[in-house]
Structures are given as structure tokens and as C-alpha cells.
């Protein structure tokens, strides 16, 4: 379960504060698929920022599984990055020096895993999300929809119980992005907890829940 | 670890430009450092081997040195040599003989020095370090024979002059026996502008009984100074006067031109020093920049679950993998321009100055690059690695 306590985020250019989040509370369960929706600057990538342990909250707490991320130190907030969440990036994020196996596979290399363990799950990963014959190929000789889907794979090398998304379809077409989104339920479906921040109203529809923002607070 | 090192390998070779630029930014301080100590060592090692070959020698001259000025205060006599074998440690002594004189080549007439002595003393003072071009070197029954210098040879008269050509010094007849080659530095006045004869004929020539120079050898090169006191004192009290006599050991010469040297090694280690700041400038400088155009992967790896230390760890090992090659390239490279840069000042100058590349600077250059190189990759690795994940996502 992840729950935020009085969630808040301050930005602090120079003279000027931008209240970004302002006292969240949000409870999400286990195997919940949330979306959060809200105009532009509302404040929904600061919250799954924070969620992701990305980022540090001004002030607040974000809990994960009862873990008080806030008390734990960068190494311990590495793991948890690395081992609970997977994180989808609009811009997909991916080592464009690295081809398709070796991008799923960087973050069972950080976890210290066997290199040929390592190969062979990140295969099955990539065959997975429909990428099976891709796997020699750069993030530069992909679409954008395939780039994604090897985010995705990447974001579940390490089998995380939940996958955070901040307009995982904003940087493709429809058609990839219904795409994407069914491999998103998939996962839901195979009990993992799925957080989408998304601007397309059709994409929110398909979420368990629905949550609106606006001016850096989670409106009822 | 090995899994390490194909990643950095990877992100090398991906970034291939990028890579050759880091590398070549190295390499080519390095280069500097190396190819200027290597002249450097070179030209020391080309003045003070020469010197040290003569180090048990003791040069005696009939006058003092004021300043830089050398007054002849008369000339020796064959008392002053005999007195001097009495001298202990001395292993042999050479009485040379020599004034300015007047030669003529086929209607030519010119001024040169002539100088006589023991032609086995001179053959070891002279032909050895120098060599001669042509020709054979005096006998002690070469009575009429003479060796001449380059200078005399080739530019003093309008034909050049070779072996069994004929000249006429002073009046008398010579025949050439042998030319030398150019002297070197230290011979070059010495040699060049000389006619070389045995003692008997160069008395007869100049018509003088006196000694213009005495050649001491010792055994132990320790005694040389305190020799050269006694030598002074003999030859002092024989002409009844307390500063007739200079006897100067090679040591004591080498101190004088000690001098010139610490110039010239304080100018090279100056250009060394200025080479190793712009090369480390230039090392930081692309290191820096190639390590902060990834601040944005650094991001990327974080938010996927590296610690700070596994991405510094990588990035380390990129940046010495990087500068170690750059390093060897930069001494590959400082070799080959110290070699072509003593061959051309060889060939400008006439010196023999052959570079010395000492494994100790090329390890020291492989140092630099690898210490340099390292830090500065590791400042901005560090600070991106300390960003949080967002921030340093956004970046770039
Ligand atoms: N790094 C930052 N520095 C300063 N202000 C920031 C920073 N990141 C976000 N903000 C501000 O915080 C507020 C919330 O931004 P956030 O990115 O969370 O909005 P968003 O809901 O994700 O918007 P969008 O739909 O455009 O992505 C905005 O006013 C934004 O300008
Ligand atoms: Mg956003």
C-alpha cells in the first residue's frame, strides 16, 4: 500500500516559491490501477516524483508497504527505486548507447544479478512486451511506441510490485499508446499496483480509479 | 566487473567522437610534457657526457682569468714540466705549444693558431672526441706533416683543402696529412680554426722554447683540485711570482658552466611545468565536458535503481580507461616528436643531441593523464551523481 501524509512540494527559484503540492493525502492499495488527471502545472508528476522516491518532499511523508521513505538514506531510497517501482518516463528515458537487452537489463545490473540470469530474463521481458524480435536493436532504431514498451520492460526487470507512468502515451500516437495501455492492465492484472498520470480522457476510463487534480491538491 | 567494463567500453565507443576528442585532448599534453623533458635530458646529457669522459684532466695555462677575460702573463719552461712529474697522483703529463700564425694556400695568405704537442696526448684530447674526415693522425715522426681543422679546410680559403695538399706556415712547408671533422660544441674554437703539428716542428715554426699549455692527467679524480693547487704552487715559485700559472680542473670548469645549466633547466622545467598546467587544463576541460553532457543519464540510472556510488564507479572507470589511452598515446606520441625534434636541431645546429626518453617521464606522463583525467571526471561525475534522479532527468 503507498499512502502520502500532508504531501507537500516547494520550489524555490531565487525570490519566488511555486507551491507545487500542497498537504496530499492519498491512500492507493495494493493492486489498484489509479489514474490522476488535471490541467497543465496541477501538479502530477511532483506527486509521482515523490511517489517514486525521484524526489524529496518539502514537507509530508510518503509511505511504501508502512516505510517511511523520508527516513531512509540514498542508498536505501536507491533500492527501493530498484526493487518496489518501475518507472515509465514520457520521454521513454532509455541509454541510447546500449541496444534493447542491455537497456532492460541495466537495473538487474545495479542489483548485483548473474550476468546470464540477467540476459535471459531481460529477453522473456522484451518478448513480453512484443519486443522479442527487437532485442539487438538500439532505443534510436525503435518507434516511439516500441521505445516505450522497452521502457516498460526495463521498468520491470526487477519485478517491482508498482509501476508508476507520468504520461507513459503522451509521446506517441493513439494506436501505440492502446497498446501500451493493454500491457499496462496486464500488469494490473497480474496483481501489481499501476499509478498513470495522463491527459487522454479515454486512457483515464480504463483505470480502476480516477483522480483529479488541481492547484497541487488531489480533489475528492 | 567485467560486465563494468564492456558498459564503459560501450558508452566509449558509442560516443566515438566524442571519445577520439578526450583522447587526443590528453594525448596531446601529455605529448608536450614528454617530448619537451626528453629534449631537455637530451641536451644536458649531450654537454655533461662529453665533459665527464675528461674528468681526470687538469688544464694548465701561463696567465689568470679576470672576469671573463684570460691575460697571458708569459709562457712555461721545460723546468716548469720536469718539476711537475715530481707531483704525485699525476699519471701523465702534455706540453703543447701555440701561437697565432700566418698560412699560405696556393698565393693565399691568411691568419690561423698553430698548435704542437704530444701528438699521442693530443690524438687522445682531440682526434678522439672529434674524429677525424680524412687523412690519418700525426706521428712524433710526422716532422713535416700537419692535420688541419674544418674551418681551415673548407672555409679560410677559396679551395677547399685535402689531404697531401700542401701549405706554407710561417715560411716552411707542410704537407696535409689528415682533416678533422666539424668540433662540436666545446671543441669547436678549439679545433676548427687550428693546424695541428708535432712539439719539435710547432717550436721551429713559431720559434719559441716556450709552453703555452700543460695537459695534467690524474689517476684519482677525488685529488684533481688539490693537484691543481700544487701545480700552481710549482710553477709559481719557479717564475717567482704568485699568480703566474691557472691550472684548472675539468670539475672546476664544469661548475662554471653548472651555471648556464641551471638556466637551461630551470627554462625547460618552466615549459615542462607550463605544458602540464595547459594539458591539465585541456584533460579537465573535456572530462568535464563529457562527463556533464551525461548528467542527463545519470539521472536515468539513478531513477532506475543505481546507487550514487555505481554510477560513479562506472564513470570512473570510463574516464580511466580513457585517459590511460590517452596518456600512452600521448607518450607514443611526445617519443616520436622529441625524436624528430632533436633530428632537426641536430641538422640545424650541427650538435649531436640525441633525446632522451627516460621510462620514467613516459610512466610519469601516463601518470598525469590518469590523475588528471580521473579527478576531473570524477568532480562532475560526482556532483550529477549526488543530484536527485528529477533533477538531474530534467538536465539536458
Ligand atoms: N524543478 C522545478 N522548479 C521550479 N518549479 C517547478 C519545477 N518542477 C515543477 N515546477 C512547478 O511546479 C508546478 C507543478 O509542476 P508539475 O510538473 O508537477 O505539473 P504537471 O501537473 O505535471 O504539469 P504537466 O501536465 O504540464 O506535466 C508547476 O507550476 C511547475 O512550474
Ligand atoms: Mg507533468
Known amino acids: ?220 | 566487473m567485467r560486465d563494468k567494463f564492456l558498459l564503459a567500453f560501450r558508452s566509449i565507443r558509442a560516443r566515438r567522437t566524442r571519445s577520439i576528442l578526450t583522447v587526443l585532448g590528453i594525448a596531446v599534453g601529455i605529448a608536450a610534457i614528454v617530448s619537451l623533458m626528453s629534449v631537455g635530458y637530451g641536451m644536458e646529457e649531450a654537454i655533461t657526457g662529453e665533459l665527464t669522459g675528461m674528468a681526470d684532466i687538469i688544464s694548465v695555462m701561463p696567465g689568470k682569468i679576470m672576469g671573463a677575460t684570460y691575460v697571458e702573463m708569459g709562457g712555461f719552461t721545460d723546468r716548469d714540466v720536469k718539476d711537475l712529474q715530481r707531483i704525485g697522483g699525476i699519471k701523465d703529463i702534455s706540453a703543447m705549444t701555440y701561437d697565432a700564425v700566418e698560412v699560405e694556400y696556393r698565393n693565399e695568405r691568411k691568419p690561423t693558431f698553430v698548435l704542437g704537442g704530444d701528438t699521442k696526448e693530443l690524438e687522445s684530447f682531440y682526434v678522439e672526441p672529434v674524429g677525424l674526415k680524412e687523412g690519418r693522425w700525426l706521428r712524433e715522426n710526422d716532422y713535416k706533416g700537419c692535420v688541419i681543422g674544418d674551418r681551415v679546410a673548407n672555409d679560410f680559403f677559396d679551395e677547399v683543402i685535402h689531404v697531401n695538399d700542401k701549405l706554407v706556415i710561417n715560411g716552411e712547408k707542410f704537407i696535409v696529412i689528415g682533416a678533422f671533422e666539424k668540433g662540436d660544441m666545446l671543441y669547436a674554437n678549439d679545433v676548427d680554426r687550428n693546424i695541428f703539428l708535432t712539439l719539435r716542428a710547432a717550436k721551429e715554426v713559431l720559434q719559441t722554447e716556450e709552453i703555452k699549455h700543460i695537459i695534467v692527467r690524474v689517476y684519482d679524480i677525488d685529488e684533481a683540485e688539490e693537484i691543481a693547487e700544487e701545480i700552481e704552487e710549482t710553477i709559481n715559485d719557479n717564475h717567482g711570482l704568485d699568480d703566474f700559472a691557472t691550472a684548472m680542473t675539468m670539475g672546476s670548469m664544469l661548475e662554471q658552466i653548472g651555471d648556464i645549466f641551471n638556466i637551461i633547466r630551470g627554462v625547460l622545467v618552466g615549459i615542462a611545468a607550463i605544458a602540464l598546467i595547459v594539458a591539465s587544463i585541456g584533460i579537465m576541460n573535456t572530462m568535464l565536458m563529457s562527463v556533464m553532457e551525461r548528467t542527463h543519464e545519470i539521472g536515468v540510472m539513478k531513477a532506475i535503481g543505481a546507487k550514487s556510488r555505481d554510477v560513479l564507479s562506472l564513470f570512473l572507470l570510463e574516464s580511466s580507461m580513457v585517459s590511460l589511452v590517452g596518456g600512452v598515446a600521448g607518450c607514443l606520441l611526445g617519443w616520436g616528436v622529441a625524436k624528430g625534434l632533436s633530428f632537426i636541431g641536430s641538422t640545424a645546429s650541427g650538435l649531436e643531441i640525441a633525446a632522451i626518453v627516460k621510462p620514467g617521464v613516459l610512466l610519469g606522463g601516463i601518470a598525469v593523464a590518469l590523475i588528471v583525467g580521473v579527478l576531473s571526471g570524477f568532480y562532475p561525475a560526482r556532483k550529477a551523481s549526488k543530484m536527485s534522479p528529477v533533477e538531474a532527468v530534467r538536465y539536458g
Do not use: W
Not at chain 1, 493492486?31 to 501538479?43: D, L, T, V
Not at chain 1, 511517489?51 to 527516513?71: E, H, N, Q, R
Open chain 1, 1 to 220: 500500500m503507498i499512502r502520502t501524509e500532508n504531501l507537500t512540494k516547494v520550489y524555490r527559484m531565487g525570490e519566488v516559491e511555486v507551491q507545487a503540492l500542497r498537504d496530499v493525502n492519498l491512500e492507493i492499495q495494493d493492486s489498484e490501477f489509479i489514474a490522476i488527471i488535471g490541467p497543465s502545472g496541477s501538479g502530477k508528476s511532483t506527486l509521482l516524483n515523490l511517489i517514486g522516491c525521484l524526489d524529496k518532499p518539502t514537507s509530508g511523508a510518503v509511505f511504501i508497504d508502512g516505510i517511511d521513505t523520508g527516513k531512509l538514506s540514498e542508498n536505501g531510497l536507491a533500492e527501493i527505486r530498484r526493487e518496489k517501482i518501475g518507472f515509465i518516463f514520457q520521454q521513454f528515458n532509455l541509454i541510447h548507447t546500449l541496444n534493447a537487452l542491455e537497456n532492460v537489463a541495466l537495473p538487474m545490473f545495479f542489483a548485483g544479478m548473474r550476468h546470464e540470469t540477467r540476459m535471459e530474463r531481460a529477453e522473456e521481458l522484451l518478448a513480453k512486451v512484443g519486443l522479442g524480435d527487437r532485442i539487438h536493436h538500439k532505443p534510436s532504431e525503435l518507434s516511439g511506441g516500441e521505445q516505450q514498451r522497452m521502457a516498460i520492460a526495463r521498468a520491470l526487470s526487477n519485478d517491482p510490485e508498482i509501476i508508476i507512468g507520468d504520461e507513459p502515451t503522451g509521446n506517441i500516437d493513439t494506436e501505440a499508446g492502446k497498446v501500451i495501455m493493454d500491457i499496462l492492465e496486464g500488469l494490473n492484472r497480474e496483481g501489481r499496483t499501476i499509478i498513470v498520470v495522463t491527459h487522454d480522457a479515454e486512457i483515464a476510463a480504463r483505470a480502476g480509479r480516477t483522480k483529479r487534480m488541481r492547484d497541487g491538491k488531489v480533489l475528492d
